[in-house]
């Protein structure tokens, strides 16, 4: 049986690693992508979005446009340094043929989900605007979905944007609060165990010439590695951020996990911050006991997560 899945993506190369991933698994049914800004604007979002499903064959998958801005705070910027100016590590891809649906993504969601009564995961690998919003238009979403699986946030570990916090959560702290506040299953896939998953140097050049797939995440992954070699020489690789949210999908075994109520702060010098009360029920009388569990994944079986990804992703195209 096959677990149906929407991916809210802002790609990106970890992002379309991710998006390849849960289209060569067969255990995943990809309904759909939305977009949101973060690697890159909304706009480059959708089109590489449309670059993916082509590439792959797929033109089918619908694409739709969603957020170009959080729900309250500014938009700063993109991680073009990161991800490249073309959000694929400056490879210049074709221009795709395709289109987005002519409706936002916001309401895409609602409508694939009510559809769907609960067999549908939603899969968020950027900000979470989109699901914010989706949930303002259709509070009934918490009880349509199968799940909600989201890369993001840090409960255990410092962040990645700035002490506190973690990119995707900081660029929409409050669509972020709404999100893990709301009555909905909800696991966390966070700095906890994506900065524990590792793909080094050597296994990405193992996979290179195993598919026209593999080729392609090759050539994009450069721009990526090279970044992280600057900002951490000592990692030779780089973190395996969304394709872990894949891997959590297709075998939540993989993980460890830890259940508590999470807030997110959304102003100050922590805005950004994931805060978990682990002590709820025993030593904190005055938690957040209104508030629903997140599944917070703290460890991960690297190896198996990584012979998950490389069986997967090196199955013919």
């Given at each position: 049986?096959?677990?149906?899945?929407?991916?809210?993506?802002?790609?990106?190369?970890?992002?379309?690693?991710?998006?390849?991933?849960?289209?060569?698994?067969?255990?995943?049914?990809?309904?759909?992508?939305?977009?949101?800004?973060?690697?890159?604007?909304?706009?480059?979002?959708?089109?590489?979005?449309?670059?993916?499903?082509?590439?792959?064959?797929?033109?089918?998958?619908?694409?739709?446009?969603?957020?170009?801005?959080?729900?309250i705070v500014p938009l700063k910027?993109?991680?073009?340094?990161?991800?490249?100016?073309?959000?694929?590590?400056?490879?210049?891809?074709?221009?795709?043929?395709?289109?987005?649906?002519?409706?936002?993504?916001?309401?895409y969601i609602v409508e694939t989900?009510?559809?769907?009564?609960?067999?549908?995961?939603?899969?968020?690998?950027?900000?979470?605007?989109?699901?914010?919003?989706?949930?303002?238009?259709?509070?009934?979403?918490?009880?349509?979905?199968?799940?909600?699986?989201?890369?993001?946030?840090?409960?255990?570990?410092?962040?990645?944007?700035?002490?506190?916090?973690?990119?995707?959560?900081?660029?929409?702290?409050?669509?972020?609060?709404?999100?893990?506040?709301?009555?909905?299953?909800?696991?966390?896939?966070?700095?906890?165990?994506?900065?524990?998953?590792?793909?080094?140097?050597?296994?990405?050049?193992?996979?290179?010439?195993?598919?026209?797939?593999?080729?392609?995440?090759?050539?994009?992954?450069?721009?990526?590695?090279?970044?992280?070699?600057?900002?951490?020489?000592?990692?030779?690789?780089?973190?395996?951020?969304?394709?872990?949210?894949?891997?959590?999908?297709?075998?939540?075994?993989?993980?460890?996990?830890?259940?508590?109520?999470?807030?997110?702060?959304?102003?100050?010098?922590?805005?950004?911050?994931?805060?978990p009360d682990f002590h709820q029920?025993?030593?904190?009388?005055?938690?957040?006991?209104?508030?629903?569990?997140?599944?917070?994944?703290?460890?991960?079986?690297?190896?198996?997560?990584?012979?998950?990804?490389?069986?997967?992703?090196?199955?013919?195209?």
């Amino acid at each position: 049986m096959t677990t149906k899945i929407v991916i809210d993506t802002d790609p990106g190369i970890d992002d379309a690693m991710a998006i390849l991933f849960a289209l060569k698994a067969p255990e995943i049914e990809l309904m759909g992508l939305t977009t949101i800004y973060g690697n890159v604007h909304t706009t480059l979002a959708t089109q590489n979005a449309l670059r993916l499903v082509e590439f792959a064959g797929r033109p089918d998958i619908p694409v739709a446009h969603g957020a170009d801005l959080p729900l309250i705070v500014p938009l700063k910027s993109v991680a073009a340094e990161v991800h490249g100016d073309d959000g694929f590590g400056n490879t210049n891809q074709p221009t795709p043929q395709g289109r987005p649906l002519a409706k936002p993504a916001a309401q895409y969601i609602v409508e694939t989900v009510m559809a769907n009564p609960t067999e549908i995961t939603l899969v968020c690998l950027g900000p979470l605007t989109n699901l914010a919003l989706a949930l303002a238009l259709e509070p009934r979403l918490v009880d349509a979905v199968a799940g909600v699986v989201l890369m993001g946030g840090a409960a255990t570990v410092g962040g990645n944007i700035n002490p506190a916090a973690e990119a995707n959560v900081h660029k929409d702290p409050h669509a972020a609060d709404v999100v893990f506040t709301a009555d909905w299953p909800l696991t966390m896939v966070g700095l906890d165990v994506t900065h524990k998953a590792i793909m080094h140097s050597d296994f990405l050049a193992d996979l290179k010439n195993a598919t026209a797939t593999t080729q392609f995440l090759d050539s994009i992954s450069h721009f990526y590695m090279d970044f992280y070699r600057r900002v951490q020489p000592a990692l030779d690789g780089m973190p395996m951020h969304d394709p872990s949210t894949i891997a959590y999908v297709i075998n939540p075994s993989l993980f460890i996990t830890r259940p508590a109520p999470v807030r997110v702060i959304t102003d100050g010098i922590a805005a950004g911050m994931t805060l978990p009360d682990f002590h709820q029920g025993w030593a904190s009388p005055n938690g957040w006991t209104d508030i629903p569990l997140t599944n917070i994944c703290v460890d991960v079986d690297v190896a198996g997560l990584l012979n998950l990804y490389q069986k997967t992703i090196t199955r013919p195209d």
